[in-house]
């Protein structure tokens, strides 16, 4: 908690209950922390979904392994789709 606390946007505080002299729960309270500035949602890329089974064995060319598919899939989806061209 200390290195929440210390290192991150969040604040950690946490208490104990108890019944006479045992401890029964940990309660944890947390939060942001006021002065920060808020983070960026993401964008872009990083929005990526890797390629889900069927998708792979559609896309599948032979002897291509699993992962070179999803790979290939990925980068696919992060090339900018070109104009076609007139003739």
């Not at 950690?12 to 983070?39: C, Y």
Request: hydrophobic letters at 35%.
């Amino acid at each position: 908690m200390e290195q929440i606390n210390a290192h991150s946007n969040l604040w950690v505080r946490w208490s104990q209950r108890k019944v006479g002299r045992v401890v029964v729960a940990f309660q944890f309270q947390f939060g942001l922390k006021a002065n920060q500035p808020a983070i960026p949602a993401p964008t872009g890329h990083s929005e990526q979904r890797v390629p889900t089974r069927s998708e792979i064995e559609r896309a599948a060319r032979p002897g291509e392994s699993w992962d070179d598919v999803r790979v290939r899939l990925m980068r696919e989806r992060d090339m900018p789709k070109k104009p076609a061209r007139s003739s």
